[in-house]
């Protein structure tokens, strides 16, 4: 028990000194896209056959963008950390929209529209189905877990140095990432909750992790130039001398 008691209070001196490292900006727009991710995958972006693009991937590979900076700098266990207060975040975010779903109150739009309907939508959509929360949480707690080992193992195991490196781990580990994260959302909600099929599945899966790959390739360039501007400035330093 004793050993327990020091492991939690080392792990959250580390997390202290961790959120004290990575400048806020980063961890805002981490946080932020998840949250605006989860939101946002109940409107479609595309429908057609066997395609089906939510507007959730417009967010989507921000987080991961984020992820593979972070893990840059300060390694795939940091990056994990982060996941997890994102998650947990967005899980507070995802209740309190719950419970204010319910209030009796109408929003803005039905004074405008005049609808019933309209007030019972928005109440559904921002409260959310507890399925959908489940199924996007472990899907990211997933892929979090698979992008910051992946990214690791690769950028331990290549020779090669600048953006090549930096783009190789995480075109990579955000490719592997993405399609898992897609393949168990699209299986635990889509398949088991609205009867995909499975080819509807796989083709979805691959479609999305596609276009999220394509966004973080157009924008790895602003990436590498944060990370390298933190190298230059030493920013969170003593996050990587505590952890040497």
Aim: aromatic share 12%; hydrophobic share 50%.
């Amino acid at each position: 028990m004793k050993k327990i008691c020091q492991l939690v209070r080392r792990e959250h001196e580390d997390f202290k000194l961790l959120m004290r490292s990575i400048p806020s900006l980063t961890i805002t727009l981490f946080v932020l896209s998840v949250v605006c991710a989860n939101l946002m995958a109940n409107k479609e972006l595309v429908n057609y056959k066997y395609v089906a693009v939510d507007c959730g991937t417009v967010f989507s590979w921000i987080m991961f963008l984020c992820m593979d900076v972070i893990c840059k700098r300060w390694g795939g266990r940091a990056a994990m950390k982060v996941s997890l207060l994102a998650l947990a975040i967005n899980l507070g975010v995802c209740g309190s929209f719950a419970l204010l779903a319910l209030a009796p109150g109408k929003w803005g739009s039905f004074y405008h529209s005049g609808l019933l309907e309209v007030n019972t939508a928005l109440n559904a959509t921002f409260g959310g189905s507890w399925y959908v929360v489940l199924g996007s949480s472990i899907a990211f707690l997933i892929s979090s877990a698979v992008n910051a080992l992946l990214n690791s193992a690769i950028g331990a195991a290549t020779k090669l140095g600048g953006f090549k490196a930096f783009a190789l781990r995480s075109y990579l580990s955000t490719a592997v990432a993405q399609l898992v994260d897609n393949l168990i959302f699209t299986t635990l909600v889509s398949k088991i909750f609205f009867g995909w099929t499975w080819t509807q599945v796989l083709v979805c899966a691959l479609i999305q992790a596609a276009w999220e790959l394509l966004c973080e390739v157009l924008f790895s360039g602003i990436g590498y130039k944060v990370v390298c501007s933190w190298e230059q400035e030493q920013v969170g330093q003593d996050y990587l001398n505590k952890s040497e």
